[in-house]
Each structure stands twice: as C-alpha cells, then as structure tokens.
C-alpha cells in the first residue's frame, strides 16, 4: 500500500485537467495509487432524499450509474445522519469504508472505498479526499448533467424538469449563525411549489412560494415569480420591494397568482422582516414549545386589486427553529400529521434530518401520492457564535407593528 499525506493542490489540478464529468475517477485513481483502493464508488442522494444511486469507478474509470438503494435505516442513512465515516471488515477481507461527501451541509453522497487494511492515517486521508470530492463535484456539475442525472430515480416530467431548475443548487446551507435546509416533494401533478435562499455580507434572505395551479402551467408562474424576487434581490432591494415588483411581474404579465412568504434576516442582530402574501403562517420551535407564528396575512402576489405589502418583523434568538411550510405539508391527507409535535419531536436532529422527517411523514401519510406539492424549509438560529459575549436584543419573537 503507498501511503503519504494528501496533497490536495495536486487533487484539485488532476480534477480540473480531466474532463468534468470523471471528477469520481479522479478521487479513485488518487485512492488506488496511495493506498491500493479495490472498488471505489460515489453514491448520490436523489432528490427527495430517500434513495442513492451508486456511480462506481473500475480501474480508474467511471462504471457508469448502476444500482439505486432505498436509503432509510441504511449503513449510508447513518453515515450522512452522524456524517461520520463508518468502517467495517468484509467477509472477504479487507475494509469497507463509508465516508460522507458533503459541502456545509449539503449532503451530496457518500465515497464507499474497499481497502485491504488501514490505520488512523490513512481513514483520516479518506475523508480529506471525499472532502475534496464534494469541491470538486460542487464545480463541475455546472458543466455536465451527470450529477443532475444521477440524482434521479423516477422519470421527470416537463414540469418537474423546470421546477427543479428554480431551486438553489443545495438544499441545505451551515453558517456561523445560522444552518437551513429545506426539501420539496413534488405532487404527481407539479403544484408551483418553490423555495430560496441567499446569503450576502450582512442578510440571508430566504423565501417560500406556492404558484396556483398545476402541472406546467404553474411551473411557468414559478419561473415567473422566482425570476422576479431574485432580480429585485440582486438589485439590492429589501423584503418589502421585492414583495412589490413580485406582485408587479404577475400582474403585467396576467399569469395567474401565488402566496409567499419573504424573509430579510439581519446577521448581526436576528432581527427578520417579513412579508406574508396569502401563505401559511410558520411555526417557531422555542424552548421545548412549538407555536405559529400569527403574522398578518397579506394578499396573494398577483391579485388585480388595490394591495398594499407590510413589512412585519421577527426577533430571533439563539436556540430558535423556524419552519416555513407550504399548504401541501397541512392540507388533504396531510392534514392527518400533526406537524407541531413532529417538528417537537424531532427538534435535536440536524435541519437537513428534520426537513427528511417531516416530508417523510406528509407522504406517508399520503399513501404516497400528493395532490399537491409539500414543501418545507427549516432555518436554525444559533446567533453569532464568534462573538459570544456580545449583548442581544430581548425583544420578544411575536411580530411588531408591521411597517408600511
């Protein structure tokens, strides 16, 4: 077995000469070289969190996808829950090693190496290269479809297609102050659903929408309405601009309506403005006790009547989880979930687990087919760790006077 330190420099140069959709190739090559790796593969978490897909590497040389999992109660389902590398002896000798790839946060898969032996050295170097594996996809799924293609297990209609392009490209996101994620389970009928994150120098900005009707075309009012909030995003604007040039868009363009709610929260301060526009009110988890959050409701985005958006606001405080919902985690069988206790229950699990459970739940409950999309994000508030004896505003986390 050849062994030496992991240079990643010379990882990330080989990764980048080579064409962008063998980034697997390159990490098995780099395994089988140092440490004379027998079987490397990439097993990719599909989109709704509940299979994997293995893309295995013979020889250096990607196999192609292959063999797709159920991933519940699965040695990989505890190595991306604990996201720590899981070791075990092989009936045929040797060690299989499981080690989470993941991007803060994002659990994109797991690297399963076969080795004859390793000691603490060499398991320790296996994580550094699964690490750089998931920099390495992260930059070269822009340039192929195989990891687009490799997160689906079931064929995807015209819809689905467009609606999955309207979200961010991770589903789950690690700060100092803060960790999200959220999951989106698509109706058999495509139901509008969308959500959205983004973070600058001193804001996260976050959002939830719900585009009225079904199938493509509520997936084009999506595109709309996602178009709209991200250029008045990007210009700069606030929550409350947004809300307006949104509202705008589908109002010059007649398309149809959608609820949302638009959230601008504050780095340095947990304070968060809100705007409802005709969407389920969310649910804040805060020492032990869960309870809605009663914002005002404004009109949905798109109504052809006088609206006026408020600006209302949040104080968070560390220890917070607040969880956005659209009507398909509440309404028909997922009415059968009682989604205060659940997001109770399972308040000790990381953002990313809880977002699995509770989807989980909803189309449990639903047989397994949803008449509309559930979809939910969770943001945990943990404030600004760096600077720990730094005062904090006791304000309560019931909403203001809402601002005009």
């Given at each position: 077995m050849v062994g030496g330190d992991l240079?990643?420099?010379?990882?990330?140069?080989?990764?980048?000469?080579?064409?962008?959709?063998?980034?697997?190739?390159?990490?098995?090559h780099d395994l089988q070289k140092r440490f004379g790796a027998e079987r490397v593969s990439f097993l990719f978490v599909d989109l709704i969190g509940q299979r994997l897909v293995r893309l295995a590497a013979v020889g250096g040389r990607t196999a192609g996808l292959g063999e797709v999992l159920d991933l519940k109660d699965s040695v990989y389902d505890g190595v991306l829950?604990?996201?720590?590398?899981?070791?075990?002896?092989?009936?045929?000798?040797?060690?299989?090693?499981?080690?989470?790839?993941?991007?803060?946060?994002?659990?994109?898969?797991?690297?399963?190496?076969?080795?004859?032996?390793?000691?603490?050295?060499?398991?320790?170097?296996?994580?550094?290269?699964?690490h750089a594996l998931?920099?390495?996809?992260?930059?070269?799924?822009?340039?192929?479809?195989?990891?687009?293609?490799?997160?689906?297990?079931?064929?995807?209609?015209?819809?689905?297609?467009?609606?999955?392009?309207?979200?961010?490209?991770?589903?789950?996101?690690?700060a100092e102050?803060?960790?999200?994620?959220?999951?989106?389970?698509?109706?058999?009928?495509?139901?509008?659903?969308?959500?959205?994150?983004?973070?600058?120098?001193?804001?996260?900005?976050?959002?939830?929408?719900?585009?009225?009707?079904?199938?493509?075309?509520?997936?084009?009012?999506?595109?709309?309405?996602v178009g709209a909030l991200r250029r008045s995003r990007r210009s700069g604007c606030d929550a409350l601009k947004q809300a307006h040039d949104a509202h705008q868009a589908l109002l010059s363009h007649g398309r149809g309506l959608a609820t949302g709610q638009l959230l601008c929260v504050d780095l340095d301060t947990g304070r968060c403005d809100v705007v409802n526009a005709g969407h389920?009110?969310?649910?804040?988890?805060?020492?032990?006790?869960?309870?809605?959050?009663?914002?005002?409701?404004?009109?949905?985005?798109?109504v052809a009547a006088p609206t006026s958006y408020r600006l209302q606001e949040l104080q968070f405080r560390p220890g917070d989880r607040l969880v956005l919902l659209t009507?398909?985690?509440?309404?028909?069988?997922?009415?059968?979930?009682?989604?205060?206790?659940l997001v109770r229950d399972t308040r000790a699990l990381h953002p990313r687990e809880?977002?699995?459970?509770?989807?989980?739940?909803?189309?449990?409950a639903c047989h397994g087919n949803l008449r509309d999309d559930a979809t939910v994000l969770i943001l945990d508030w943990h404030g600004d760790r760096r600077r720990p004896g730094e005062s904090r505003s006791s304000r309560s986390g019931v909403p203001q006077r809402p601002r005009h």
């Open positions: 240079e990643l420099g010379e990882l990330l140069v080989a990764a980048e000469a080579a064409p962008p959709n063998e980034s697997v190739d390159v990490v098995a829950q604990s996201q720590s590398q899981h070791v075990e002896g092989e009936d045929q000798g040797g060690l299989r090693v499981i080690t989470p790839v993941s991007n803060r946060g994002d659990c994109i898969g797991v690297l399963e190496v076969t080795l004859q032996s390793a000691d603490d050295t060499v398991l320790r170097q296996v994580r550094e290269a699964a998931a920099y390495i996809i992260v930059t070269d799924r822009r340039f192929t479809d195989l990891y687009h293609l490799g997160r689906r297990t079931t064929e995807t209609s015209l819809a689905a297609e467009i609606q999955h392009q309207l979200l961010p490209s991770a589903p789950c996101c690690e102050q803060f960790t999200l994620a959220a999951g989106l389970v698509p109706a058999d009928d495509i139901g509008g659903d969308t959500y959205d994150y983004t973070l600058d120098r001193g804001t996260l900005h976050l959002s939830i929408t719900d585009a009225m009707g079904h199938d493509t075309n509520s997936a084009l009012l999506a595109t709309l309405l389920p009110r969310p649910l804040l988890l805060r020492g032990g006790a869960v309870d809605e959050v009663h914002l005002a409701v404004n009109l949905p985005f798109g009507d398909g985690m509440q309404e028909r069988g997922a009415a059968a979930v009682d989604l205060a206790s809880a977002v699995r459970s509770l989807t989980a739940a909803v189309l449990g």
